[in-house]
């Protein structure tokens, strides 16, 4: 029994950690295979093939992958800016003066459950009006709307953590508010900024209702680019993986960086510690 | 700006600038805000009066405008072939993932909460599900759920010579997505009650064994209760994000074989046929659906927080 135990524990931990690997594996086996190796109706054969770069190739010559890859870039990291800059004053007064009194913080949360399509909607027209269609600029300006709440929320748990004798301190010194927050508060939470950026970087790289809606070619985005392999006649599922297998490892690098922070920072302060 | 401070803080000698007001100690907390409530009016307060405004009215391009007072509510209301049982297939998806959210999340989560050797690596690969953008999971399943050439069915089908089943086809392909929405987000489930699991204190556990309480006695009358805010904190994010489900319906069968939602008739109503008129009867309906939602959720929450009684 004693050494079963243990025994059962791991074949549990492979089990679960397979089931999680094994989709986004696949993604990337694919990509290197024959169109052959790809529709057979085989086991063996889907499971056993020769690699080739044959998907790769198509995407390098019919689609214009790279340049979606850069306006995914652009726009991700562009956006992402703007959203530290206009959230981290907006979390810092919700955490330090509760601003509005909890009722401004939840309408800001709120954004998330807004339906993205009533704010898309309004937008179609306006943007086919004063030309920001198929924009960078546009694009950018949707996926920070999309941002700010949940990089608000995360940054406000973060500023809550610092004790505001530590701020009177510094302004007794002579700091005015300006200077406490850019030279005493943020600095002392540089990590959970950096957690922030992370996580609203991956969601910008993910989007898609946005992008989908509003761009066409010139800022297409790779998200974009990925539904366009599933044409009239069939998927394409070669090329879709290649493209697929370059799209996500922007996620994967952000992925390892972020392990290390994860698990003691989602309890949302409701479970004291 | 440092020296607009410093005037400031000596007051009634010279009439206050624009910038004074803005940094003085009243009122900066309001000017730290003014980015955010902006971002508030624009992309929130005037979408909302623009559906709203267009719910009352008929519009399509190249057409005048016509007010139609709730013309557009009771037709959405009263087609039954699409309005309700796209509501249904929502609360299908909703209901569905968040069960197999919990459940599985729970049991990963207590299977993970001990010290073993290689537990970061095994925590940061059961992350990489959620980072993996929504798109692309959905693509891969797709095509892992393909009738004739989908591993999962030769898999079935080769091994253990079960008949294969048509997961896109009318009866499966709802459970198809909730299967693949859970299993990005079931990761997310395992992480916040993994987090809150370390956090429990251990003495109560240790009373609970010297009693001789059953591992199932101490996980339902301490463990869960415990565990309930976070639980619900779970269930209100998840609800809202679930109503706001489209990448995997994109994806996979994009609203046919009964798996259109609230959300994708609005998608197709205004973006196919741009009838803003009945997509903004159908958003407002949507927005109104999510709020009771969330606010149901959201007071559980405060009453298991003890904020409110």
Request: overall charge positive; glycine content about 6%; aromatic content about 18%.
């Amino acid at each position: 029994m004693k050494t079963l135990k243990p025994v059962l524990f791991w074949i549990a931990v492979v089990l679960v950690v397979f089931g999680f690997i094994f989709p986004i594996a696949w993604i990337f086996i694919t990509a290197f295979k024959h169109r052959a190796d790809i529709l057979t109706i085989s086991l063996g054969k889907l499971l056993f093939f020769s690699p080739s770069l044959e998907s790769f190739e198509h995407v390098f010559t019919y689609t214009t992958i790279t340049k979606e890859l850069v306006n995914s870039a652009i726009i991700s990291v562009s956006a992402t800016v703007l959203v530290m800059l206009f959230a981290l004053p907006a979390a810092y007064s919700f955490a330090r003066w509760n601003t509005g009194g909890g009722h401004l913080l939840f309408i800001t949360l709120s954004t998330r459950m807004f339906p993205g399509f009533l704010a898309a909607m309004a937008y179609f027209f306006v943007y086919k009006e004063i030309g920001l269609m198929d924009t960078h600029l546009g694009l950018m300006l949707f996926f920070y709307y999309f941002n700010i709440s949940f990089a608000t929320f995360l940054l406000y748990g973060f500023f809550r953590e610092i004790a505001p004798e530590l701020e009177q301190a510094a302004m007794i010194d002579g700091y005015s508010r300006v200077d406490v927050l850019r030279k005493v508060v943020i600095p002392l939470i540089l990590p959970g900024v950096a957690i922030t950026a992370v996580f609203v970087l991956v969601f910008n790289w993910n989007e898609f209702l946005f992008s989908v809606l509003f761009t066409k070619i010139n800022a297409r985005t790779v998200a974009v680019g990925l539904a366009m392999f599933w044409g009239s006649i069939e998927i394409q599922w070669g090329p879709m993986c290649a493209a697929a297998s370059m799209a996500v490892v922007p996620t994967l690098v952000a992925a390892w960086f972020m392990q290390r922070y994860i698990v003691r920072g989602l309890t949302f302060g409701a479970v004291k510690g | 700006m440092v020296t607009y401070v410093a005037e400031a803080e000596a007051p009634i000698l010279k009439k206050k600038g624009f910038w004074d007001v803005l940094l003085s100690e009243k009122y900066f907390r309001w000017t730290l805000l003014i980015p955010l409530l902006v971002t508030l009016a624009v992309f929130m307060l005037y979408p909302m009066f623009f559906s709203i405004y267009y719910s009352f009215n008929t519009f399509a391009p190249g057409k005048p405008t016509i007010f139609v007072g709730l013309e557009n509510f009771r037709y959405v209301l009263h087609d039954v072939r699409v309005f309700w049982p796209a509501l249904f297939a929502m609360f299908k998806i909703l209901v569905g993932c968040l069960a197999v959210e919990l459940v599985f999340g729970m049991l990963v989560a207590l299977l993970l909460n001990r010290e073993f050797k290689g537990q970061n690596v095994v925590r940061g690969l059961c992350l990489l599900p959620l980072l993996i953008s929504p798109l692309v999971v959905s693509l891969v399943w797709n095509y892992l759920l393909q009738y004739d050439y989908g591993l999962v069915n030769q898999f079935l089908n080769g091994i253990f010579h079960l008949p294969k089943i048509s997961w896109w086809g009318t009866n499966m392909a709802i459970v198809s997505i909730i299967f693949l929405t859970s299993w990005q987000w079931t990761p997310f489930s395992i992480f916040v009650l993994l987090a809150g699991l370390r956090s429990l204190p251990r003495d109560a556990f240790e009373a609970a064994t010297v009693d001789g309480a059953s591992n199932w006695y101490t996980f339902r009358r301490l463990t869960l209760p415990m565990l309930s805010p976070l639980i619900l904190i779970i269930v209100m994010l998840r609800t809202m994000w679930l109503m706001r489900i489209f990448d995997p319906l994109y994806a996979t069968t994009r609203g046919g074989a009964g798996t259109e939602t609230l959300d994708w008739v609005i998608f197709r109503v205004v973006f196919m046929y741009f009838d803003l008129g009945q997509g903004s009867a159908l958003s407002i309906i949507s927005l109104f659906i999510t709020i009771i939602l969330a606010f149901i959720v959201f007071r559980l929450l405060m009453r298991a927080l003890g904020v409110i009684k």
